[in-house]
Every structure is written in structure tokens, then in C-alpha cells.
């Protein structure tokens, strides 16, 4: 059917309307009916994606499992890749949608989390030790699901739960219902995923949860949620992880813009906006981008996999993307893509999911995570009666907390410690020294895709880059200067054989004198191989900044690492040459290490929580390179954060 009221006629009469959508993008004054025929494909590129004519062309639901396309690890339970192929498209105004949308109470029993409070609890609390405990990464998104069972018309129940998320859910990136024939999908997202539109590239990383009950807005509560350590850390790496993304599917790799306050009813986050010109297919954008790091974790490849041991479910819609495909009047591809997230799954049966998940990080507690996927379910149950509307919401009826003064000085204060490579205008060539010109260099990865923004600083600082797995690292002879690259694990392990092919790696260009550069997990195995011990530290330094001396020079960078090398004194008689250090004075950790033809620092200067890092990576060049300056920049100026000039 092409006409909304034909459609809402069909739902009232128990007639099967076809397949369609409806959606509200952000505040737009309108809601969107997409409708056509639904085709399955086995992977992103194959999504339909006709140039016949501009305008949305196909509305795609990409399932979790879809992360296997990128050679990561889920527990597939076969959620099929749907496309919607958009034959009909009509705009209706949302004061109209509102009075003929059904305003009927949703009936439901058997309400329950499959995962109890007490067992997601203790879920928090073997992550919090096993995985970022042991140096697995920075942090995961573990979820579980309510699970209920709707009473009457699933399609009737879904369209009345579409009125309340309208009236009663703010701040949405989208707000939808999804029909496939076989499955209805009604949510109120907040966030955006990854879109394109006239070249520009843009992703919207969003952390940090502010819990409420839509009540009068509590200034002072919010002001110390916005200075809370935790919250300010949650953000700060999945704006690096989003970064690591962009850095793939933007030639310059993201600006960052922000960070501003998103508020709903029930919560209120806080966020920023990447954006970045780049020139892909949008399907090979969608792919690359598999998925956020806001329901996944950090690094990608890792967390995945401890979703996997951690949840043994699978995921089904729950961290994927809706995904609408399209063509401007130019013919240039766009793509809007929000998350599934504060979204609920509806079979034909009336089996309802309500999936919802929480961040961990260093600094979690079982309580505050498991109150967390509470408050994160609280706007669309309510749209489905099976919990409290919040006090006071709707379309403007409250005050908006992100114009207080006060609220916006606490924001923009969070960008102060941060790298200004990152967050200004970046002219090509204007951080380049001359000397490097000519000169190449490899980044073997080590499974983490620092190695992406890593790349992007080298070549601003004027190498050509390449980036190669550590399984297949190619021919390191062929380039001036191999870096090997940051990634999870213990670097102690004898057995494990990424560490096994990366020390290997080290040993024969430490042999041959091949100039090399060591990050993180490099920088670990090469400071075992000269010799030094590594210990696990006590406390994991995830997403961690700190002011260190680097070689005299006090530099503020940011960890990411649970294992250190450890050393008494400031230089080391090695089998491969003298090797300075710069240690910690309190406990001996080896922040940096350089000596003849290599060089290995524990931080990660390519971090956006490294301000210093440009001008650490300049100094190390200019001695692995000899024929490289030592000029140092001292960061870049521009017009400041302007989305229309991303580079």
C-alpha cells in the first residue's frame, strides 16, 4: 500500500498491509512511509542500491551477525539481512500522523529480563576481571533482553507504541516502525551510526548515561554527572573508536565537533559529531563501520569477542543498523544509518524483545550497570505499557538543560585535554617536515585499528603509509620504517601466535637494523626482547591520560594497557646497543624506549586523549629517520570545528 491511511486502515481491519516503514528523522515536522517489496542478501554489497532516479531507494535491517563479514567472532543466529525496496515514499506531517496513528493501550504479559539483575551483576564483574583486567581492551557492551508476549495485533501494537515514542520520547535520531512481512521493529534511537551525504561522511559517538525520571530538571545532579571521571573517560574512548572508523572511510580521517548533551525522557547522554569527506561506496562506509563501539567495545575485533563468551545468545537486530540508501538530485550516494539501540522486536506471534546493554569500563560497578540497561529500556517499555511515561514529557514541555550556561561550559571544558589534531581544520601538508618526504613507512596491526589514526599522523607528518595485519605483514625491507602497532593480550604469552609472529617480527629488524617503531603492545615486546620485565599493572591504564617524562620533556598522552615493562634505572646495555628509558619515578614503568634504529613508546600518541602525541612522533622520526629534521610542530590552527569543512 502507498498511502498512509490506506495502511493505517488495512492494520485496524487485520489485513496484512505489506511491508513499509515509518520514520521520523531527527525533529523533522514530518514522518516518512517507505514502502515495496522486502529481498534477503547474504552481504553488505549486495544490498540493492538501483541510480535510476534520486531520492531513497532502499531501507535496509543489518542484523549483528553481519560483524562476521569482517572476519569477527558472534554467536549467529541467523537474523537475516532485509532490504526494503522502495517503491512508494510519502511524507506525512506529524500533527497529522499523531491523530490518525492508533492511540490504544498495548497489552502484554510475561515480562522478564532473560538475564536477571543478580546474573548480569556478576557478568559486570567477571568482564570488569577477566577481559579489561587481563589487557583485553578499554571496554564492552554486554547486553540482555526483556522478553514478552504481546496480546492482540503486533503491526496495531507497534504503530500505537510509535505514537507515544512521537509524543512522549525527545531527542531521537530516528523514531520508527519497521514492517518486513515477517517481523515489526518499533524504536527510538539517539543515535546515528554513520551517514553520508554530498561527500561528507559523519558518525555520532554517544556515552555516558544521566539518569532520571523526566522530572524537573535537577541542574546540579547533571553538572556532576557532566564532572563525573567515569562518565568523562566512557566518552573520551568511544570518541577514540569512532576516530579509528573514520580514519578508514574518510581520506583525512574525522574532525570532532562537540561534545554536546543529547536529552530524553528517561536519560540524558552526551555526544560528539565526526565528520570527514570521503569518497567510498556507502556499502563499503557501512562495512567498515560494523559497529559502534557504544554497543560493542574497544578494540572492535577483541570486544566482539568477548561479547561472545560473555553473552552466548545472539544479538539479532540489537547493535546493527537500519540503514536508508539512496541518491541525491547529483547522483552522489547518501546513506543515513541510525543504531538499534531502544528498540523492540515483535514477531508475527506477538513475541516480544526489548534488547539493551550497558558500557564497561575500568571504573564500573555492578549496580551502576545493571540500573543502567534499566533506565536505557525505560522510553520504548513505556511506549509498550510495560513501564512509567516520564513526568513531564512530550513535545515542549521541558526545559532544555544543554542551554544552561553552566551545562555548556561543563562540555566544552571536556575538550581542553584534548589533541587538537583531532578536534581542529586540518590543512594537507601543513604539520609535514620535509625530510620525511619520499619516505614510507608499514604499520603491522596488531588487532587494534589505532593503526588507522597512527597512519593518518604519519602521513601528515609527511611518510606514505601503508597498514598490513600482523598476519600478513608483507615485506618490511620494502619500506624506511616499520611501526608494529598496538592490539590486545598478554605480551608475555609463549604459545599465543599473534605475539609470537610480532616478536618474531621485531627480533629481525632489531637484527638487520631496520629502523623500527614500537606502540603499545609493540612497545611491550620490544622492551621483553631488550631484556626488560613485564608485569601486569595492578589497575588497567584503559583510556587513561597522563602528564609523563618523555626524554627530559614533560608530554600529556593517553594509555591504553594493563601490562608494562618495568625498569631500575635509566639506561640499558642490550644485546642490540645502549637503550635509554623514560620511566616512571614511582614505580619504574617504561613509558618510552629508544636506542640505535628503534624506538618504542607505551602510550598511543595517535589517541585523541594525546595532545602531545604529534610532537612525541616528530622527535622519535627525527632520530629513526636521520634524514629527517627535528623541528618539532607545535600543533595546528585553523578556523576551528566547522562541519562543512571537514577535511
Known amino acids: 500500500m502507498n498511502h498512509f491511511s490506506d495502511l493505517l486502515a488495512a492494520v485496524s481491519g487485520g489485513t496484512d498491509p505489506g511491508p513499509f516503514a515509518l520514520v521520523r528523522r531527527a525533529e523533522a515536522d514530518q514522518v516518512e512511509l517507505f514502502t515495496g517489496p522486502v529481498r534477503t542478501v547474504d552481504r553488505l554489497a549486495e544490498i540493492p542500491l538501483p541510480d535510476d532516479a534520486p531520492g531513497p531507494r532502499t531501507l535496509a535491517l543489518v542484523p549483528y551477525r553481519q560483524i562476521t563479514e569482517r572476519g569477527f567472532a558472534c554467536v549467529d543466529d541467523g537474523a537475516p539481512l532485509q532490504c526494503l525496496l522502495v517503491t512508494g515514499h510519502e511524507r506525512v506531517g506529524l ?27 556478576a557478568t559486570v564483574g567477571r568482564v570488569l576481571a577477566e577481559e579489561i583486567g587481563r589487557g583485553e581492551g578499554a571496554n564492552f557492551v554486554i547486553h540482555r533482553t526483556l522478553t514478552a508476549t504481546v496480546q492482540g495485533s503486533p503491526l496495531a501494537a507497534a504503530l500505537a507504541a510509535l505514537r507515544r515514542l512521537l509524543l512522549r520520547e525527545r531527542g531521537a535520531y530516528w523514531t520508527f516502525v519497521v514492517y518486513t512481512g515477517d517481523r515489526v521493529l518499533v524504536g527510538a534511537s539517539p543515535e546515528r551510526h ?49 576516530l579509528k572508523m573514520m580514519a578508514t572511510v574518510a581520506e583525512h580521517g574525522g574532525q570532532v565537533v562537540g561534545p554536546y548533551l543529547k536529552e530524553m525522557s528517561h536519560l540524558a547522554h552526551t555526544e560528539y559529531l565526526l565528520a570527514g569527506r570521503g569518497s567510498r561506496d556507502v556499502r563499503e562506509v557501512l562495512r567498515e563501520t560494523m559497529f559502534a ?45 541510525p543504531i538499534l539501540i ?31 540497561t534499566h533506565a536505557k529500556a525505560a522510553g520504548v517499555l513505556a511506549a509498550l505499557g510495560l513501564g512509567p511515561q ?95 602497532g598496538p592490539g590486545p593480550g598478554d605480551p608475555g604469552s609463549g604459545t599465543e601466535p599473534k605475539m609470537l609472529a610480532l616478536r618474531g617480527l621485531l627480533a629481525g629488524l632489531l637484527t638487520a637494523g631496520r629502523p623500527v617503531l614500537a606502540v603499545c603492545l609493540g612497545h611491550q615486546l620490544l622492551a621483553g626482547l631488550l631484556g626488560l620485565p613485564l608485569h601486569r599493572r595492578a589497575a588497567p591504564y584503559q583510556g587513561l591520560q597522563r602528564e609523563v617524562q618523555v626524554f627530559g620533556t614533560p608530554r600529556r598522552v593517553g594509555f591504553y594497557a594493563t601490562f608494562t615493562a618495568r625498569a631500575d634505572s635509566d639506561r640499558l646495555e642490550s644485546g642490540y646497543g645502549p637503550v635509554e628509558l623514560a620511566r616512571d619515578a614511582t614505580d619504574g614503568a617504561v613509558h618510552a624506549l629508544r636506542g640505535a634504529g628503534f624506538a618504542g613508546v607505551q602510550f598511543h600518541p595517535e589517541s585523541v586523549l594525546s595532545p602531545d602525541g604529534l610532537a612525541v612522533l616528530a622527535e622519535l622520526l627525527g632520530r629513526l629517520l636521520p634524514a629527517a629534521p627535528t623541528p618539532v610542530p607545535t600543533g595546528f590552527t585553523g578556523a576551528g570545528p566547522s562541519v562543512p569543512g571537514a577535511a
Open 342 to 372: 531502544r528498540t523492540a522486536e515483535i514477531s508475527l506471534t506477538g513475541a516480544l524483545r526489548v534488547p539493551v546493554g550497558a558500557t564497561l569500563v575500568r571504573h564500573s560497578t555492578a549496580a551502576g550497570e545493571v540500573a543502567e
Open 390 to 484: 516520564a513526568h513531564g514529557a512530550g513535545r515542549g514541555t521541558t526545559v532544555r538543560l544543554a542551554d544552561d550556561p553552566a551545562v555548556r561550559a561543563a562540555l566544552a571544558a571536556r575538550n581542553a585535554p584534548l589533541s587538537r589534531f583531532w578536534l581542529d581544520q586540518r590543512a594537507p601538508g601543513a604539520a609535514a617536515l620535509p625530510g620525511l618526504a619520499g619516505r614510507t613507512a608499514l604499520i603491522v596491526d596488531g588487532e587494534d585499528t589505532f593503526t588507522g589514526m597512527l597512519a593518518h599522523q604519519l602521513r601528515a607528518l609527511g611518510l606514505a603509509v601503508t597498514v598490513r595485519p600482523w598476519s600478513a605483514p608483507g615485506q618490511p625491507d620494502d619500506h624506511d620504517l616499520v611501526v608494529v
Open 194 to 242: 554513520v551517514s553520508v551525504d554530498d561527500g561528507l561522511v559523519m558518525m555520532n559517538p554517544i556515552s555516558g548515561t544521566f539518569r532520571h525520571a523526566g522530572a524537573a530538571p535537577d541542574r546540579a545532579a547533571l553538572l556532576r554527572f557532566l564532572a563525573d571521571q567515569k562518565e568523562v573517560e566512557e566518552l573520551y574512548m568511544v570518541l577514540d573508536e569512532e
Open 95 to 121: 500533527t497529522e500522523a499523531l491523530a490518525a496513528l492508533p492511540d490504544a493501550p498495548v497489552r502484554t504479559v510475561d515480562a522478564a529480563f532473560d538475564v536477571s539483575d543478580d546474573e548480569y551483576a
Open 293 to 337: 563501539p557504544t554497543v560493542t567495545g574497544s578494540p572492535m575485533e577483541n570486544a566482539c569477542r568477548v561479547i561472545a563468551r560473555h553473552e552466548h545468545t545472539g544479538r539479532r537486530y540489537y547493535a546493527g543498523v537500519l540503514a536508508l540508501l539512496g541518491h541525491d538530485d547529483a547522483g552522489r550516494q547518501t546513506l543515513d544509518a
